[in-house]
Every structure is written in structure tokens, then in C-alpha cells.
């Protein structure tokens, strides 16, 4: 297990090694500080490319950018304007039912608690993280997407079977201040460097931190040149 020191190490280098890449959407559309827009957009990137996210939300905010105006579109425009984010149906119900919340028990504005944001329809740990982080400057929790889930678990930081698990996990071993830029970095990590199939790490900056290129990735090309050897 490596120590704080050790895994602050880990996320600047990470950070200094994905500068040039593209920010991700929630971090972009963070930098508007606006709470619901942070919300209706993290609410149609589950599953879903940013690539095809980012897009969707530029329509349906060029439809609607408030919580009346999206509750007044109907579901069907709400879907044609966001297709093709994965399970665009159930998104688009979840938008209106969400707007509707909204209007009824918060006068309109983004509740700015993670219980109150939990308590929306669609809303997990890791929109409601996110919202808290971007939308409020507030930083409660560790929100935990599909990079953030399985990088830690390469580079041997721990093991688990859930987000939640490796949120709770990574609460412990990442001092608070470096929540924010741990989502951040390791978001843009996963999509650039240490992608889900086929990690680049050959070139990956912090290779000699890794558990998996210590036991996978050198033994793997171990037994490639063994093989080629034989053949000769
Ligand atoms: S060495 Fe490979 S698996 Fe490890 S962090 Fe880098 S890219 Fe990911």
C-alpha cells in the first residue's frame, strides 16, 4: 500500500502528463459554476462517450436552460435533442423529473447538500459529487467514474468490487486537498493514457508506481520476446 506522499506523487505527475488533453465535460462545463447546468449535464454522461455527451447537452441547452423551460419541453423532444447518449429514454424522463423536484421542493435552484442531490431521480454518489464539486465549490466526496474505479485498482492503491467501495477507499488514502484534481487528472488519464483495453504503458508516466505494469504489462512482454526468440 503506498503512502499519502507516495500517491500525491502519483496524481501531480499524472496531472503534469495530461495537461495538453482536453478537459473532461464536467470539468468544462464546471468552469461555469452554474449548479444545474453541471447537473443536467453529469445526469446524460453516464455511459456515455464525452464526445457524445458534450454535443447533447449544447442541443437541449439551445432548447431549454432552465428548470421551467426544460419541464415545459415534451419527453420526446428532450430525447430527440439528446440521442445518441446511451439510454437516452430513461435520461430524458430523468431531466424532466428532475426539473420538476426542482420547482417544487427547491424554488427553482440546485439543492447544494449531497443528501438533498442523492434524493434526485438518476442522481448516484458520484453526479451528486460531482454537482457538489463544480456547481458549489464544495468538495464532499471523491466522485467516482469508470477511470477513477479502475486506475487505483492498476496501480495496486486497493482493490474493490464497487465505485462505491473504491470511493470510500480512496477517501482514506487521498488527503482532501487533492480530491478534486484525483477526478479530475485520473478522468482525463483513463481516456488518454490508461485507457480501459490496451493501456499505453509503454509510455505511461508513472509505469514504475504501477502494480499492473510490474505484473502484467513486463511479464507480458517477457513472454513475447521469449516467443520470438524461440522462433528464430
Ligand atoms: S503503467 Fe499502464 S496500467 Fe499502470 S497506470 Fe500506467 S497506463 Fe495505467
Redesign the pocket.
Known amino acids: 500500500m503506498p503512502s499519502k506522499k507516495e500517491i500525491v506523487g502519483v496524481i501531480r505527475k499524472v496531472g503534469r502528463a495530461t495537461k495538453p488533453f482536453q478537459l473532461p465535460i464536467t470539468t468544462k462545463i464546471g468552469q461555469s459554476h452554474d449548479p444545474f447546468r453541471v447537473l443536467i449535464s453529469t445526469a446524460l454522461s453516464p455511459q456515455t462517450r464525452d464526445t457524445v455527451t458534450g454535443p447533447a447537452f449544447t442541443r437541449l441547452m439551445g432548447l431549454a436552460s432552465s428548470p421551467r423551460a426544460l419541464l415545459a419541453l415534451p419527453e420526446k423532444k428532450i430525447q430527440k435533442a439528446i440521442y445518441p447518449v446511451s439510454f437516452y429514454r430513461i435520461k430524458a424522463k430523468n431531466v424532466r423529473r428532475i426539473c420538476k423536484i426542482l420547482l417544487e421542493k427547491h424554488k427553482g435552484k440546485v439543492p447544494s447538500s449531497m443528501p438533498e442531490l442523492l434524493a434526485l431521480p438518476g442522481v448516484g454518489r458520484k453526479i451528486a459529487g460531482l454537482v457538489m464539486i463544480y456547481g458549489f465549490g464544495k468538495t464532499e466526496s471523491i466522485p467516482v467514474d469508470t477511470h477513477c474505479h479502475r486506475?487505483p485498482q492498476?496501480?495496486g492503491w486497493l482493490h474493490s468490487r464497487s465505485p462505491v467501495e473504491t470511493e470510500k477507499k480512496l477517501m482514506e488514502l487521498v488527503p482532501r486537498k487533492y480530491w478534486k484534481e484525483f477526478n479530475n487528472t485520473f478522468v482525463k488519464f483513463g481516456q488518454n493514457?490508461?485507457l480501459p483495453l490496451g493501456?499505453?504503458?509503454g509510455g505511461?508516466p508513472?509505469?514504475k508506481q504501477?502494480k499492473?505494469?510490474r505484473e502484467v504489462?513486463l511479464n507480458k512482454n517477457r513472454a513475447k520476446s521469449e516467443l520470438s526468440l524461440k522462433k528464430k
Do not use: H, M, Q, T
Open positions: 486506475i492498476r496501480l493514457i490508461c493501456p499505453k504503458c505511461c508513472v509505469s504501477c499492473y505494469y504489462y
